[in-house]
């Protein structure tokens, strides 16, 4: 998954759940980087999800990494 396509399915999850703008800048700069970090340190993004979860946004980000 690249930092696009993450950015992509968050921007969906958010507009579901009716996010103000400035949330949704600062999630998607969240989102970027640990796509990012994923792909440069840990040989690459294996899993992504956002969802929320009781009152909560949930960000999930796995990679190759041991």
Do not use: K, N, Y
Not at 4 to 23: F, I, S, T, W
């Amino acid at each position: 998954m690249s930092c696009e396509q993450a950015r992509e399915h968050a921007r969906r999850v958010l507009a579901d759940c009716g996010a103000p703008e400035a949330v949704v800048t600062d999630l998607l700069t969240v989102v970027s980087e640990l796509v990012a970090d994923a792909i440069r340190h840990a040989g690459g993004v294996t899993g992504f999800d956002i969802h929320r979860r009781a009152g909560q946004l949930v960000i999930e980000v796995s990679d190759q990494c041991l």
